[in-house]
C-alpha cells in the first residue's frame, strides 16, 4: 500500500493508493497562505499521518509539488506561489514519520498517474501536458520517468518559442507558457474583446472583462462567434508550435494534455489542434496522438504515489 500526497496552492490532498493505482480513501486540508516552509512541512507530514491511519502496510510516501523538486537531494528547489526556497522536505517530513519519502513535480505525478490508471495506460513512452495557468510537462520513457540530472526536466512551460516574445514570470521572453496555457488564451479573449464588441463573449460574461474565463471563448467559439473563433485559431496556433517541438524532440507514442485546457472539446480544440500539430512535425509519417486525460485531479495523487516505482 502506497500513500501520494499531492500539493496545490489551496488544498494539500492525500490519499491511500494501492499498488494497482486505485484510490481508497482521500482527505484535504486547505492551505494557509501565512505558513513558512517548516509549517508547511508539518502540516504535509500531519495529514499523511491522518490519511495513513493505522494501516501499518504504507511502505512509501510519494508527494507531488508544484515546483522544482530535486528528489535525490530530497529539496524543494522553489515553488513560485509556495515559501519553499531549497528547503530541505524530506529530512524535515521524516522527523514525523521515518518512511522512504519519494518527491516529484505535480506535472509529472500527472504523467504518472494518467500512464499507470488513465489514458496512457499500455504506452510505454508518454508525454502528458498539463494546461492550466501555467504549462506543465511530464514524459514517461520505456516506463520510468524523465527527471533530468537534478530533477528539472520537462520544464516545458519555459520552452522559448518566440524570441523577444511576451515576457514571462520566470524572467525569459517568449516562453511556450505565454502562448499554450489557460492564462495565455484569456488575455488573448481580452484583447480579442477590446476591438470587437458585438463579441458574445461580452455577454457571457457580462460586460466585464475581469469574467472572462478560457471557457467563454470555447462557449463563444461554440455559437460561431467569429471573434472567439479567431482567438481560438491564434491559441491553438501557438500551442501546436510547441508541440510539434515537443514531438520532434522526443517523439513520445502519445500525447495527453491535462488541466482546464485538456478537457476542452473534441471538435473545436482537438482536431484543429492534431491538424496544425501535423502540419508542424517533421516526421509526418505516423500520427503522433494526442488525447484528453482521463484522471483529472487524482492523477497528481495516484502519480505521486507511484513515484517509487518511477524514478
Ligand atoms: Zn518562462
Known sequence: ????????????????????????????????RSWTAEE????????????????????????????LVDHS?????????????????RELFQKYWDIPVFMGNDANCAAIGEYWAGAAKGCDTVMMITLGTGIGGGFIVNGKLLTGHFGGAMEVGHMVIEPNGIPCGCGNRG???????????????????????????????????RNVQGITVFQAAKTDDAAAKRVLDQYISGLAVGIANL????????????GGIGCADEELFYEPLRKKV?????????????TRAKL???AGIIGAAMLCNMI
Open 1 to 32: 500500500m502506497l500513500l501520494g500526497i499531492d500539493i496545490g496552492g489551496t488544498n494539500l490532498v492525500a490519499a491511500k493508493v494501492r499498488d494497482d493505482g486505485t484510490i481508497l480513501n482521500k482527505i484535504g486540508i486547505p492551505v494557509d
Open 40 to 67: 508547511l512541512c508539518e502540516q504535509i507530514a500531519f495529514l499523511a499521518c491522518k490519511a495513513a491511519g493505522n494501516d501499518k502496510e504504507i511502505t512509501s510516501v510519494g508527494i507531488g509539488f508544484p515546483g
Open 73 to 89: 537531494a530530497g529539496v524543494v528547489v522553489q515553488t513560485p506561489n509556495m515559501p519553499f526556497r531549497n528547503t530541505k522536505f
Open 175 to 209: 516562453c511556450f507558457e505565454q502562448y499554450g496555457s489557460a492564462t495565455a488564451l484569456i488575455r488573448m479573449a481580452k484583447a480579442e474583446m477590446e476591438t470587437d464588441g458585438s463579441s458574445a463573449m461580452w455577454t457571457l460574461c457580462g460586460g466585464e472583462l
Open 247 to 258: 514531438i520532434n524532440i522526443l517523439q513520445p507514442e502519445m500525447i495527453c494534455l491535462g
Open 278 to 290: 501535423g502540419q508542424l512535425v517533421y516526421d509526418k509519417h505516423a500520427p503522433i496522438p494526442i
Open 296 to 298: 483529472g485531479n487524482d
